[in-house]
T-cell receptor, first 116, second 113 residues
Framework: AQTVTQSQPEMSVQEAETVTLSCTYD???????LFWYKQPPSRQMILVIR??????QNATENRFSVNFQKAAKSFSLKISDSQLGDTAMYFC?????????????FGQGTILTVHP | EPEVTQTPSHQVTQMGQEVILRCVPI?????FYWYRQILGQKVEFLVSFYNNEISEKSEIFDDQFSVERPDGSNFTLKIRSTKLEDSAMYFCASRQGLNTEAFFGQGTRLTVV
């Protein structure tokens, strides 16, 4: 079974600064997908960024980028130029590429607070 | 932009009562899911549904739970006899294909009293 671990329960950052959220995972699969989801106080789950394991290039979406280290099974999220609207719970998630029918396995989440 | 919609947004029910949580997935999506999130905890997979049958379920999804896609548009989660520990946020999600993005609904907050 896959496991996803986020070791930082809470993080804080000043507006306009950069912050990195950590995530590690464990799997025996070679083909899989990794995601970061944002959950603001409204509790909606919003996809921030995704990474396919077969791609060596790290994914980037505007101010959000990942550092994907496949051998180390590490998938961190970097938020540059943090904004007040980035305040939310962030979940790292794993999706297997086999016969898992697309289910997501989530980490415990990291609460990020951006201070003005 | 198409979206997954869930109703109601908040439901309060008495212990032992049956509840049905409703979801309308995006129209051309083929894979459907229910997840739950107990307050302050992580999001947990409950069940996946494809081709009108359950494709995978977790240990949480016991005989008290059932899912149905009664009319080709709605996707429902029924809890037969609610317990206090069923209090949680329940999220519906759908995706078009296995390798496409999963879209989540806004969630239904279930409170069992």
């Amino acid at each position: 079974a896959q496991t996803v671990t986020q070791s930082q329960p809470e993080m804080s950052v000043q507006e306009a600064e950069t912050v990195t959220l950590s995530c590690t995972y464990d799997t025996s699969e070679s083909n899989y997908y990794l995601f970061w989801y944002k959950q603001p106080p409204s509790r909606q789950m919003i996809l921030v960024i995704r990474q396919e394991a077969y791609k060596q290039q790290n994914a980037t979406e505007n101010r959000f980028s990942v550092n994907f280290q496949k051998a180390a099974k590490s998938f961190s999220l970097k938020i540059s130029d943090s904004q007040l609207g980035d305040t939310a719970m962030y979940f790292c998630a794993f999706k297997g590429g086999g016969t898992s029918y697309g289910k997501l396995t989530f980490g415990q989440g990291t609460i990020l607070t951006v201070h003005p | 932009e198409p979206e997954v919609t869930q109703t109601p947004s908040h439901q309060v029910t008495q212990m032992g009562q049956e509840v049905i949580l409703r979801c309308v997935p995006i129209s051309n999506h083929l894979y459907f899911y229910w997840y739950r999130q107990i307050l302050g905890q992580k999001v947990e997979f409950l069940v996946s549904f494809y081709n009108n049958e359950i494709s995978e379920k977790s240990e949480i999804f016991d005989d008290q739970f059932s899912v149905e896609r009664p009319d080709g548009s709605n996707f429902t989660l029924k809890i037969r006899s609610t317990k206090l520990e069923d209090s949680a946020m329940y999220f519906c999600a759908s995706r078009q294909g296995l390798n496409t993005e999963a879209f989540f609904g806004q969630g239904t907050r279930l409170t069992v009293v």
